[in-house]
Nanobody, 115 residues
Framework: QVQLVESGGGLVQAGGSLRLSCAAS????????VGWHRQAPGKERELVAR???????NYADSVKGRFTISRDNAKNTVYLQMNSLKAEDTAMYYC?????????WGQGTQVTVSS
């Protein structure tokens, strides 16, 4: 069983930055693909960014050029650096880990961007 703990959310002004962290338990982290998803009130959950076990990353069009996903396998942690934040980035952000056909979710961290 893998446990995920997100951190780094908070309140920031538009144009500001935040860095989210997703720390995972277990020994299989280096084989996992990890994604950040977000869900705003009244909206469906959407994929923001994902990084494969080999370090390849992809992003939603809405965050390209502003967000960067990275991983540190030695720390079992994935990061999401969010720059030039906009009010529409306000949402609960969730970490998702997929490894060996299993799917795990964290509890989420709230990001609020004031305009």
């Amino acid at each position: 069983q893998v446990q995920l703990v997100e951190s780094g959310g908070g309140l920031v002004q538009a144009g500001g930055s935040l860095r989210l962290s997703c720390a995972a338990s277990g020994s299989d982290f280096r084989f996992a693909a990890v994604g950040w998803h977000r869900q705003a009130p009244g909206k469906e959950r959407e994929l923001v960014a994902r990084i494969t076990s080999r370090g390849s990353a992809n992003y939603a069009d809405s965050v390209k050029g502003r967000f960067t996903i990275s991983r540190d396998n030695a720390k079992n942690t994935v990061y999401l650096q969010m720059n030039s934040l906009k009010a529409e980035d306000t949402a609960m952000y969730y970490c998702n880990l997929r490894v060996f056909l299993a799917d795990y979710w964290g509890q989420g961290t709230q990001v609020t961007v004031s305009s």
